[in-house]
């Protein structure tokens, strides 16, 4: 209601509620979605209840009388105890949390529908699409550069397996709309697996910063239907 008076869009209210997070467009966004909102929801009591505590201390032990000074209290054993465990607990919590997700998110896939080696080099990307049907089980590859962005084609509700590799420095592959990034780290061979829920185009690039022009390792991910796949596969082929 205070939204809708306030003039605000469908999309802003809806990143609102998301707390700032894109919306997911895979399967495993949703655990990073529901850590974060979590988070907000576990520091927003906290906060509140600080807070209250704060405002219920400066009201109840004020100084009432001019000549008077309120107790003064120190080596408080019990406070310093709470002030000491408390703050374990907020983190062994938070900790546990985000440890749960981590695997959630990093559970491998043994069988995927297709395997994509990402190769990052300063400063593009080169998408390497392995024993590919469609191209009778050859690979086919798109390589960008910073004036030419690479695109990376998905298909949509199939699951798809990333092998990062790098063959000079420290680059981090990151679809934000996947809520996930991982580094490409030279001879490292890190992997991670999503399955794309919604079609559509969406943006990646290097969250790592790896020289002067790191800022122009950007691509374009697509997400498309089993057909349009293909095609971009044989597309790749022949060019
Ligand atoms: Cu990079």
Request: hydrophobic share 45%; proline share 5%; glycine share 6%.
């Amino acid at each position: 209601m205070l939204l809708t008076l306030t003039g605000c869009s469908k999309d802003t209210v809806d990143s609102l509620k998301r707390l700032g997070l894109p919306e997911a467009a895979s399967d495993r966004a949703t655990y990073v979605h529901d850590l974060w909102i979590g988070s907000w929801i576990a520091a927003g009591i906290v906060g509140v209840a600080v807070w209250a505590l704060i405002l219920w201390v400066a009201f109840r032990y004020r100084r009432r009388a001019d000549d008077e000074l309120p107790d003064q209290v120190r080596y408080n054993l019990p406070i310093e105890v709470l002030y000491t465990i408390a703050p374990l607990i907020v983190v062994a919590v938070l900790f546990f949390f985000t440890i749960e997700t981590q695997n959630k998110v990093l559970e491998p896939v043994a069988n995927p529908d297709h395997t994509i080696l990402v190769v990052g080099q300063q400063w593009s990307w080169t998408f390497s699409y392995l024993e590919e049907d469609a191209v009778d089980g050859k690979s086919v590859y798109d390589v960008g550069t910073p004036a030419q962005l690479p695109e990376l084609w998905l298909v949509k509700d199939q699951t798809v397996t990333f092998e990062l590799r790098s063959p000079d420095v420290i680059h981090s592959f990151w679809v934000p709309s996947f809520a996930m990034k991982l580094d490409v780290v030279p001879g490292r061979d890190n992997a991670f697996s999503v399955t794309p829920q919604r079609a559509g185009e969406f943006a990646g690039r290097c969250a790592e910063l790896c020289g002067w022009q790191h800022s122009r390792m950007l691509f374009t991910l697509k997400v498309v239907d089993q057909a349009a796949f293909d095609a971009h596969l044989q597309d790749l082929q022949e060019a």
